[in-house]
């Protein structure tokens, strides 16, 4: 049994400690755009946001959820919350495994010419890890929701 809501204050640490423990992206963790599955015990076992950025894009980030939680359909209720409260054009980015999972939510993978300069620049970068010191990196997707 789970409880979706706004995280609030208190839950900062948690969702930063469950970003950390599954590897994504720990920047952009203000804790005012995100919403979390709590358990019975109010504690933090899944995460989603919607973080803005700088030239005015959203993205859907930080979709994570504890290992003992997972296969329970907690992050899709958690994407599918943030989709009913904002309105597209949302972006995300993710693995390139992870594609087909934001393929059900109507997302779309952009080709670079079609991604905002912000994420073109991610996925150069990365791809440069990729080349120089880190081959075992996936590439990175960005993708849409119109």
């Not at 599955?37 to 894009?57: F, L, N, S, Y």
Request: charged residues 25%; glycine residues 6%; contains cysteine.
């Amino acid at each position: 049994m789970f409880t979706i809501r706004k995280a609030v204050q208190k839950d900062s640490g948690a969702i930063r400690s469950l970003i950390w423990k599954v590897h994504i992206n720990p920047t952009g963790l203000n804790w005012r755009y995100f919403l979390v599955a709590v358990d019975e015990q109010d504690r933090v076992i899944a995460t989603g946001q919607i973080k803005p950025h700088r030239d005015g894009t959203r993205e859907l980030a930080s979709i994570a959820t504890q290992a003992d939680y997972r296969g329970q359909g907690l992050a899709s209720a958690i994407i599918n919350r943030l989709l009913a409260e904002n309105p597209p054009p949302l972006y995300l980015k993710c693995a390139e495994h992870m594609g087909p999972f934001y393929l059900r939510f109507y997302f779309r993978i952009l080709e670079p010419a079609e991604m905002p300069a912000e994420y073109a620049r991610d996925v150069r970068m990365l791809d440069r890890l990729r080349r120089t010191v880190a081959p075992n990196i996936g590439h990175l997707l960005v993708m849409k929701l119109d």
